[in-house]
């Protein structure tokens, strides 16, 4: 069994930071891709920031400059410092990985946290 843990979650004032962090455990042979996505109440889950193996990274335009993604590859770890936060940050932050559970098999399968609730209000 596979699981990603995500902690750093919380409740900040606008412009204020938080650094979420998702931990994958269990059996992992190697990951992909990993990211975040959030989902606001009423609105579909979307992509926040996205880093492969090589490291190469994508990030939704709405937090572009303000939102950085990274990994440890060893720990099987994928962060998100989230600074200069709007009340539009306001969601429910899904960690993602795309994990190769096995050596003898070149198929992966899309993993998800449980999620951490982000709330921006004064």
């Known amino acids: 069994q596979v699981q990603l843990v995500e902690s750093g979650g919380g409740l900040v004032q606008p412009g204020g930071s938080l650094r979420l962090s998702c931990a994958g455990s269990?059996?992992?042979?190697?990951?992909?891709?990993m990211g975040w996505y959030r989902q606001a109440p009423g609105k579909e889950r979307e992509l926040v920031a996205r880093i492969t193996s090589g490291g190469g990274t994508n990030y939704a335009d709405s937090v572009k400059g303000r939102f950085t993604i990274s990994r440890d590859s060893a720990k099987n770890t994928v962060d998100l410092q989230m600074n200069s936060l709007k009340p539009e940050d306001t969601a429910v932050y899904f960690c993602?990985?795309?994990?190769?559970?096995?050596?003898?098999?070149?198929?992966?399968?899309?993993?998800w946290g449980q999620g951490t609730q982000v709330t921006v209000s004064s």
């Open positions: 993602n990985a795309i994990i190769r559970t096995t050596p003898q098999s070149i198929l992966t399968r899309n993993y």
């Open positions: 269990g059996r992992i042979f190697s990951i992909n891709a």
